[in-house]
């Protein structure tokens, strides 16, 4: 029995290349590391997913074993803050960026299960972003920048949109297995 592909089953985890589109998310559990700075070049953000990925595939053969429910473990996520959104756009300035990397964690799973596993700064928490815009990024990390001013400075504004909330991205793509021009990124802001 094959498991439950969250790629190809979610909506949240649906989007093309060069569409924008608004979309309504229920609130989701994930594993979570905070951290800050520049993921290419410092050391944090390599811990943290060091530290998320044992646990999640800890929770699959769990869930698996004791719940009778197979799954992929899901796309690695992150949210990611500045206190000036130019250093998202413009300036790039990765050493300025407040990021949380995250994975979700299927809803079936209980609570005392999920703690029952907690390790090396992980923790769970909750992620309610109601209303979003988010679209498909086709290519390296650092060429983001055009398409989120589009987004920020066009879409959202025309749509009568304010945005609240962290810039989310989602990993489709596994950067150490996939060209850069290749790579594949939903790119996501909640709004009101």
């Given amino acids: 029995m094959a498991g439950v592909d969250f790629k190809k089953t979610l909506d949240s985890y649906q ?3 060069g569409a924008f589109r608004i979309v309504d998310l229920p609130p989701a559990q994930y594993l979570m590391v905070d951290g800050h700075g520049d ?3 410092g050391a944090e953000w390599p811990a943290a997913i060091e530290a998320l990925y044992p646990i999640a595939y800890k929770l699959k053969f769990a869930s698996k074993r004791e719940l009778g429910e197979d799954y992929v473990v899901p796309p690695l996520e992150a949210l990611w803050w500045a206190d000036d959104f130019d250093a998202f756009t413009r300036v790039r300035d990765k ?3 407040d990021w949380t990397a995250m994975i979700m964690v299927p809803e079936w799973i209980p609570a005392e299960v999920v703690l029952a596993h907690l390790t090396g700064g992980v923790r769970v928490g909750e992620l309610t972003e109601g209303r979003a815009v988010q ?6 990390y650092d060429d983001e920048g055009p398409l989120l001013e589009r987004l920020h400075n066009e879409f959202i504004p025309a749509n ?10 989602i990993y489709l793509s596994d950067a150490r297995r996939v060209a850069p021009h290749k790579l594949r990124t ?5 709004v009101a």
């Fill in 186 to 190: 939903i790119l996501r802001q909640p």
């Fill in 39 to 41: 993921p290419n070049s």
């Fill in 95 to 97: 050493s300025r960026w």
């Fill in 160 to 169: 009568g949109l304010t945005m609240t909330g962290r810039h989310h991205e």
């Fill in 135 to 140: 679209t498909l990024h086709v290519g390296p």
């Fill in 15 to 17: 989007a093309r290349s």
